[in-house]
């Protein structure tokens, strides 16, 4: 029991030392590159977009880029609504587990390109690597699942571009979300956990809109998503996930040729998932981040970014576990 607390503790702090060990890395290797060219002028300094939302933007006809992103957390306090409950763990008598800790780390990696004039299209191919631990009255259990999630095609048209001192731009996208995921995965009493789960089973709609403006060295961006689920599985049991819909308001103020700061809104309302029909009390609900972050732009059309999603507002249904802070890594290459 003492080291699986001592595990709690470090898995974490681990990842964000992680992340800004690769960050300083970067640094040490191109910043002497960056010194040697030509100071960029005041008035031409850009700022790229937001890391942990998206914007307006498209590929021209013939760009193509890959983009790695790197999402962590991991939820040890519960919540009932918008107040911070204490863990109770079943006491003797009582039959069951009750889930004390999720942990998720997410590695994706996004192909993008564009295909014709005003319209590109995007694969996002997820991968998960999960943990959940439970309690019953006489044990701790532990629960992982690592594997591929359900892959995304998104396409997006430019409704409205407008080149000029100060760029605008606002784009249109329709995507589908495909079951390539897992979701069969038994833990050790022969259940189908929902978190452990990498997919859905089910084929889901998406939409979005983004715009971005440029104003000199800012970027002022927003972006909206909404994915609406269709019936999939969980083990044999007909299972449906949440609705979701995520909103977005992002700054971005360029420092140098080489560093931007941003701050972003991030915003995610869940409806309640469906097992066989029957909606479930413990799930959806809706969490407000504030994300403070950093733009290394290391080459043209290439930059290394970080930032941490922190919960500035929850408002979960039922009882369910959150987190206190996320951490997003993204390195985007566009050639």
């Not at 939820?75 to 109770?88: A, I, P």
């Not at 191919?125 to 044990?139: L, T």
């Amino acid at each position: 029991m003492q080291k699986e607390c001592l595990d709690r503790t470090k898995r974490i702090p681990f990842t964000v030392q992680s992340v800004f060990l690769m960050m300083s890395v970067l640094i040490v290797f191109t910043v002497p590159a960056g010194a040697a060219q030509k100071n960029t002028p005041a008035n031409s300094l850009k700022a790229v977009g937001p890391v942990n939302s998206s914007n307006g933007a498209l590929y021209e006809k013939g760009q193509y880029g890959i983009i790695f992103k790197y999402i962590t957390y991991k939820e040890d306090q519960l919540f009932h609504g918008t107040d911070k409950v204490d863990f109770s763990p079943p006491q003797k008598g009582q039959k069951g587990k009750k889930t004390y800790e999720k942990t998720l780390q997410q590695y994706q990696l996004t192909l993008r390109t564009g295909i014709f004039d005003n319209f590109d299209a995007r694969l996002v191919i997820p991968f998960f690597d999960k943990e959940m631990k439970r309690q019953s009255f006489k044990e701790d259990f532990t629960d992982e699942n690592s594997r591929i999630g359900d892959i995304k095609l998104i396409s997006r048209y430019r409704i409205w571009s407008q080149k000029k001192k100060d760029p605008f731009n606002l784009a249109f996208g329709v995507g589908l979300k495909m079951p390539t995921g897992s979701t069969d995965e038994k833990d050790s009493g022969g259940k189908y956990p929902g978190f452990i789960q990498t997919g859905s089973g089910s084929w889901d709609p998406i939409i979005e809109l983004g715009a971005h403006k440029i104003i000199r060295r800012s970027f002022i961006s927003s972006h909206f998503m909404y994915t609406m689920t269709t019936k999939g599985e969980l083990g044999s049991r007909d299972f449906e996930r949440p609705d979701v819909f995520k909103y977005n308001f992002a700054y971005a103020y360029a420092l140098s040729d080489l560093f931007d700061l941003g701050l972003e809104l991030n915003g995610e309302a869940k409806g309640k998932a469906e097992l066989d029909g029957q909606k479930q009390d413990d799930t959806g609900g809706h969490i407000i981040y504030l994300s403070p972050g950093v733009h290394f732009k290391f080459h043209k059309g290439m930059h290394f970014d970080v930032c941490v999603p922190i919960p500035v507002y929850r408002d979960l249904n039922g009882t369910q576990l959150s987190e206190d802070y996320r951490m997003v890594a993204k390195l985007a290459m566009k050639f």
